[in-house]
């Protein structure tokens, strides 16, 4: 160990060293973001520049994916390569860890004098008061520099936090502003298509410019604080050390881990904040833009439409030419076009829109508010799908329009073709009475298809053109909207300016006053004449009852879809609807598998065991098989099969039990199955017979073959609980197994432990909804009588109820209740039970058959159920189609057929149950 001057020395070395690779690191971050910032503004100059008209929506477009890939993605892309505040994070964790080694290599004790400290420490020259002091402390003393240097490091990192909040919300700051040159020129470009005033683009890029200069110098001065306090870091240790060299006073140790620890995790969240407005700004950007090649896409359509009518219009000149030189016989050429009405036409764009616009989220929390030091944010909700979709509906009107001229136009050239066809007959039928008609016909046909040849207008021009209008009026509304709604009114006005906001509050005043206008009137109509009516003056009108009936559909709750939510991939994983495959995700088991396990024991016996699983679906009958696998029948050879096509007679079954188990002749099953012991597992045993007589020959023989094996072969089916009641009613299913396992619902505690057993995993914090208000008398007194309910416990017990404790069930009402993820924070909403009675009492007898035939059989196919209700196959075929119009099936993914859609499993079973048919 040295003396305290030279630990001292290698301690500032240590530190001035520090100090800079951190300021030369944060100081590169700097340079290298302004220089993205320099580099984008040039290139919206440049594209300012060249800003002019545009002759179609494609030329529109070229210029906006143009600006869109030069001002948005590219800076975009190269921001995230960048990773800025992933280096700044990491200088300082380097910086901090530099400073904990260089206090680890500092002695915890040094033995000195505090003349020889305040010597070393080059304070300057003590007071008086000071030297006395020193000099009745002459004697060396142990003095732990270790700790009072780590508490002064301590401090100045919580000194330091202001500095680097400041940093970080100015990164936060660079991120937003990224959007503005493209904002800027995009909305130029709308406004001059849309034919809106533009504003000054110039003055726009100017003050674009001048923020980002004093925002890059902002910088520069806050990084040269930095570094002027890291310099003074030094002499406020030495004074530190000097004055507990003085008094030698027990040093307070001070632990600010938690604060900055709490301080980055929000500078990380505030950036990922400000990139997710960056975000929504590129699939903003990529649904305008698909929605523009989708209306060049129908356009194009339009187009090739009309040259189709225009060649078959020449090819019908052509003929009337040469028959008229040359008299050459034939017939009138027909017409072969056919013309796609615009209601069709309308109909397709509006679904594919639709598609588009689900790059956009359906809902997205934005912040509002950025600062250094963390506090709760300010959040708005935003609906960017549903904003842009009403925009276009707005305008919608003005898009049949066009699509109607057009149409217009090609029936003209269709109505014109059909004229002159006619008129060609009628002069070759009156030819008989009077040669020379023909030839004037022949000619008057010719003129007339002349003539609307000449009259090729400019109307696919013209529309390309109306419909780019249309597209940039509602592009700029749509964000108009979306600007103000997270903003805020007064804020919204602040940034746009007066005489915008005087235009927008202009133009949505008259609009509000007309409205409020319009509906004054028509009250006072509806008032003036229910007086004259009832005095008498003028007669009722005749009541005619206009009756709009809707079908019932599945509710919201049912339908949602769960691939739309922005969850992480991590959650989507672990909460991923397939059967389980880890031991850990399988609870609730333990009783099914121990008497698997008890079955093997007496199978190994020597005793005839076969068993029979029993359980809805998507209760876990696949996954405890998987858990059964790995633990009751470990060490056993295991087959396992699937019936995915239906099997009907004892052929087929033997043939498919023969290739499952490797038999090269069916005859010869028994003697395969009985020369070695084995496990084989079948699923899906409700696709081995049909509810009809003369077709349960498959599963009769699977029947005679368990029986004939089952004490050199375990076997293990599984089969849904609707199937087992009719089956073992109608062969006697049951007999045929020593053990069958009847899988029940899941426990309130069981599906709570599945949930946290994945969702723990995540790392995600949980924040279940407060449960609702009593509203009625009876409501309160339960509160008051059972007192305050957890909001977990409340959770959990009406998730097992709506879920009738099946787990899939459980999972996708879990899934689908996640409200938002903020902050490492899990949100939930609560669980609704909806009205089922819409549904259920739209469902008729046959309905309600065909499903509980569905339920038995696993799936039907349109044949299989005219064989089971002895029906045409046109009339199965209808029966299936009204009930997957209702969402009520759907095509079995991997096989053939209709099933119950899982989303629809509990409506069904409700409507079957109110009518005693389950």
């Known amino acids: 160990m040295g003396s305290f001057a030279q630990e001292w020395l290698a301690l500032v070395t240590r530190v001035k060293a520090a100090n800079d690779r951190l300021m030369a690191e944060l100081e590169g971050c700097w340079r290298d973001c302004a220089e993205l910032l320099e580099r984008q503004l040039r290139e ?145 470009m709308d406004a001059v298509v849309a034919g809106r005033p533009a504003g000054d683009l110039g003055a726009r890029l100017q003050h674009l410019r001048s923020y980002r200069r004093d925002l890059v110098e902002r910088g520069r001065m806050l990084l040269s604080a930095w570094r002027e306090q890291n310099e003074r870091s030094l002499s406020h240790l030495a004074q530190r050390l000097a004055n507990e060299a003085m008094w030698r006073r027990r040093p307070k140790q001070c632990d600010v881990s938690e604060r900055v620890a709490s301080s980055r995790t929000y500078w990380v969240s505030q950036m990922r904040a400000a990139e997710m407005e960056l975000r929504l700004e590129r699939q903003w950007e990529e649904a305008e833009d698909r929605a523009v090649q989708l209306f060049q896409k129908a356009l194009a359509s339009f187009a090739l439409e009309h040259e189709s009518l225009l060649a078959e219009l020449e090819e019908a000149r052509n003929w009337l030419a040469q028959r008229i030189a040359e008299g050459a016989p034939g017939d009138f050429p027909p017409l072969r076009a056919e013309i796609t009405p615009a209601a069709y036409r309308l109909s397709a764009l509006e679904t594919e829109l639709k598609t588009t616009l689900g790059v956009l989220p359906p809902a997205i929390e934005m912040w509002t508010t950025f600062s250094a030091a963390p506090r709760r944010p300010r959040m708005r909700r935003l609906r960017p799908r549903e904003i842009l979709a009403q925009s276009l509906h707005r305008r919608w009107t003005n898009v049949t329009k066009v699509f109607q001229e057009l149409e217009a136009e090609h029936r003209e050239i269709i109505q014109q073709m059909e004229r002159a066809r006619e008129v060609v007959r009628f002069g070759l039928e009156a030819a008989a009475t009077e040669a020379s008609i023909v030839q004037d016909a022949l000619h008057n046909a010719l003129s007339l298809l002349e003539y609307q040849r000449r009259q090729r207008s400019d109307k696919h021009v013209a529309a390309s053109r109306h419909v780019m209008r249309v597209a940039a009026s509602a592009f700029l509304e749509a964000r108009m909207t979306l600007t103000q709604r997270r903003l805020g009114v007064i804020a919204y006005l602040a940034q746009q300016g007066l005489r915008q906001a005087l235009f927008t509050v202009g133009r949505s005043s008259v609009a509000a006053f007309t409205r409020a206008l319009r509906r004054t009137m028509d009250a006072l109509q509806r008032l003036g004449l229910a007086f004259l009516i009832a005095i008498g003056w003028k007669p009722a009108p005749l009541a005619s009852r206009v009756e709009v009936v809707t079908r019932a559909f599945l509710p919201e709750e049912f339908t949602s879809d769960l691939e739309a939510k922005a969850l992480p991939a991590l959650y989507r994983h672990l909460f991923r609807l397939e059967p389980v495959q880890d031991p850990r995700f399988l609870v609730g088991r333990e009783q099914e598998l121990a008497l698997i396990a008890e079955a093997r024991a007496l199978w190994e016996g020597g005793r005839p065991v076969a068993i029979l699983i029993v359980g809805q679906r998507g209760s876990g009958k696949t996954s405890l098989l998987n858990g059964a696998v790995r633990r009751s029948l470990a060490g056993l050879e295991v087959i396992r099969g699937e019936f995915r096509d239906r099997l009907l007679t004892e052929l087929h079954m033997r043939e498919f039990l023969a290739r499952m188990v490797g038999a090269n002749d069916a005859a010869q099953l028994e003697d395969v199955l009985s020369a070695s012991r084995r496990v084989v597992i079948l699923e899906e045993l409700e696709r081995t017979f049909l509810r009809q007589v003369g077709y349960y020959g498959a599963i009769r023989s699977l029947q005679r073959v368990i029986a004939a094996t089952c004490s050199s072969t375990l076997w293990i089916l599984t089969l849904n609980e609707v199937a087992f009641r009719f089956l073992n009613a109608a062969v006697n299913l049951g007999a045929s197994f020593s053990h069958r396992l009847n899988i029940s619902a899941a426990s309130t505690e069981d599906l709570r432990h599945a949930i946290l057993s994945r969702h723990n995993l995540s790392g995600l914090r949980l924040q279940f909804p407060q449960p609702p208000q009593p509203r009625t008398l009876t409501d309160r007194i339960k509160a008051f009588v059972h007192g305050p309910m957890d909001p977990e416990t409340l959770f959990f017990e009406t998730l097992a109820r709506e879920s009738a404790g099946v787990y899939r069930t459980a999972l996708e009402l879990w899934l689908g209740h996640i409200e938002t993820i903020e902050a490492g924070v899990l949100y939930l909403k609560p669980i609704v039970s909806p009205d089922l009675s819409p549904v259920i009492e739209d469902l008729d007898l046959d309905d309600l058959f065909t499903l509980v035939a569905i339920l038995q059989h696993g799936s039907l196919t349109p044949e299989e159920h005219a064989l089971v209700f002895q029906r045409s196959l046109a009339a199965s075929r209808a029966q299936l189609d009204e009930l997957l119009a209702r969402e009520i099936i759907e095509p079995d993914p991997g096989r053939p057929g209709f099933r119950v859609r899982p989303e629809a499993a509990r409506v069904v079973r409700e409507a079957l149950y109110r009518r005693n048919l389950l």
């Open 44 to 188: 919206s100059e440049r594209l300012a520049s060249a800003i002019g008209e545009f002759g179609d929506l494609q030329a529109w477009r070229n210029a906006r994916r143009e600006a869109a890939r030069t001002l948005l993605h590219e800076p975009h892309s190269r921001w995230e390569q960048a990773r800025f505040l992933s280096r700044v994070v990491m200088a300082i964790e380097l910086y901090e860890r530099a400073l904990d080694d260089a206090v680890a290599a500092m002695p915890e004790v040094i033995f000195a004098t505090a003349a020889e400290a305040m010597a070393a420490l080059d304070v300057g020259k003590p007071r008086r008061w000071r030297r006395w002091i020193a000099f009745l402390r002459r004697a060396r003393r142990p003095w732990p520099v270790r700790v009072i240097i780590a508490t002064e490091f301590q401090r100045q990192r919580l000194r330091r936090l202001n500095l680097e909040g400041r940093f970080a919300l100015m990164l936060a700051e660079v991120v937003r502003s990224w959007k503005g040159p493209w904002d800027a020129i995009r909305a130029t």
